[in-house]
């Protein structure tokens, strides 16, 4: 009987340990390139994450799809002839946030792990801060990307301008995991 | 028994503790629900080659659309091969919303005015969304022209056409589109009497992908026509589609000069085989009037 409690009380704590995965609730991701003809922007509201506050493992999934922007027939091309969305639907990172500590307020942190966009695969260190509040986690990142590190071809004939370098910005707002089952 | 009790515990602590990898957090976030999600880029432009595709432009959207047709190729190296010769249509095209959009167009060739609505009544969807794109098409053109006979009793309402057309459109690939076209064709003068004012055709048409900016386009259409006075031809037309950001030109072979839709699938004179070809373009120009 006592080790029947016993294991119980096991369970009841590894289900507690079960609850320090954190999925977003809300996540932005946006990109701004600047060039002398014109400046382009896409923002993108269907991005997910999960986090996991145990180890600092941490996963995103970008569908490329979701980024819309101010001239339809950019987010057409953007889709049809830049980053191949049927192909390629989604840009994902896995990684984990090396330096996270457990504990609340805000932290500088940095991500490690393995970017994937249009196919291609890049291990990546990305900055952004994390801020651990009672209920939820928010962050936020803002880094370079290099658009010819991941094959994405810029044609020489093309009438946008677009830069060799663009800046993308997270930002994400978790709650604790709740599964369905 | 104990023993057992005991490795139960430890694997019961065990299995939720040991961390979550990246891979099975991946995959956690992949068999979220999938939401079937709309096909777009069928194809690159509104029009296939001489007649529309299931595609409008999205809202606020103006085309403007500049078409060359000229002499047959077969005339010989003193027309320069037909390039002395020119047909033209001007276009204006406009999408009012994501699903309608509206167009005018003034042809050369037997001083057309032209218009169109049009609306996409279905877009195809991945998943267990719609397997085809739908898309109505009703447009109406004015001959300008001065009367062949003007002492005849000519009635300003002769020179109406009306075409009605369903286009059904599906993307079999990122690279292949095909589109069936049933059109209904109503003319208020025909050349003879023995003729029906109101005839049927079915086009067939597609592209294929060979980069990611150039396609490969043809297009046909069968007019079913009883009594063809003057041995009209069915028109065939084949060309690319190169696509330059805010640009799409394309380049074709026909044997249609008309530009639009009566002209083209009930009255063209040209015969394919017989080398009566057009070389031709057309250009159009994306303008965001109004962005999101």
Do not use: C
């Amino acid at each position: 009987m006592k080790i029947i409690i016993k294991a119980l009380i096991l369970l009841v704590i590894s289900v507690n340990l079960y609850a320090q995965k954190y999925t977003a609730e809300s996540g932005a991701v946006s990109f701004f390139s600047e060039a002398p003809l014109e400046n382009i922007e896409a923002h993108n509201n269907e991005a997910k994450s999960i986090f996991d506050a145990d180890n600092g493992n941490i996963v995103f999934s970008i569908p490329i799809k979701g980024f819309t922007f101010a001239k339809s027939l950019m987010q057409e091309h953007f889709n049809e002839n830049y980053l191949e969305s049927d192909k390629y639907p989604n840009a994902t990172f896995e990684g984990k946030i090396i330096n996270f500590q457990k504990k609340s307020g805000e932290q500088k942190a940095t991500a490690k792990g393995t970017m994937t966009i249009h196919g291609v695969s890049k291990e990546v260190e990305i900055a952004g801060t994390i801020n651990m509040k009672e209920d939820k986690i928010v962050i936020d990142s803002k880094f370079p990307l290099k658009v010819a590190d991941y094959e994405i071809e810029i044609p020489k004939i093309v009438f946008y301008n677009i830069a060799e370098e663009v800046e993308v910005s997270a930002e994400f707002t978790y709650k604790p995991f709740q599964t369905t089952q | 028994m104990k023993l057992y009790f005991h490795l139960f515990l430890l694997l019961a602590w065990l299995l939720p503790a040991i961390a979550f990898s990246q891979n099975d957090l991946m995959k956690m976030l992949e068999t979220e629900d999938q939401q079937p999600t709309k096909v777009s880029a069928t194809f690159k432009g509104t029009r296939l080659i001489n007649g529309h595709t299931v595609e409008t432009r999205k809202a606020g959207t103006m085309d403007f659309i500049i078409a060359h047709r000229f002499g047959r190729v077969n005339e010989g190296a003193y027309n320069f091969f037909g390039l002395d010769n020119a047909t033209i249509r001007l276009g204006l095209d406009y999408a009012l919303t994501n699903q309608l959009a509206i167009g005018i167009g003034r042809s050369s060739f037997q001083k057309t005015y032209d218009g169109f609505v049009k609306y996409r009544i279905l877009q195809q969807s991945s998943g267990k969304g719609a397997p085809v794109s739908l898309t109505g098409l009703a447009t109406a053109a004015i001959i300008g022209q001065k009367w062949a006979d003007p002492n005849r009793e000519n009635l300003a309402s002769s020179r109406f056409s009306y075409v009605y057309q369903v286009l059904i459109a599906r993307k079999f690939s990122s690279d292949l589109s095909l589109q069936l076209m049933p059109s209904i064709i109503h003319r208020n003068l025909v050349t003879t009497n023995s003729q029906s004012n109101t005839t049927a055709a079915l086009g067939i048409g597609g592209r294929y992908k060979i980069t990611k900016r150039v396609s490969i386009n043809a297009e046909y259409y069968y007019h079913f026509e009883e009594n063809n006075p003057v041995d009209y031809k069915d028109v065939i037309a084949i060309g690319f589609d190169i696509e330059t950001g805010g640009h799409v030109f394309q380049l074709h072979f026909t044997n249609a000069q008309s530009m639009v839709e009566r002209g083209f699938i009930a009255e063209t004179t040209g015969d394919f085989f017989k080398g009566d070809v057009h070389f031709g373009f057309n250009i159009n120009r994306a303008f965001q009037l109004i962005e999101k």
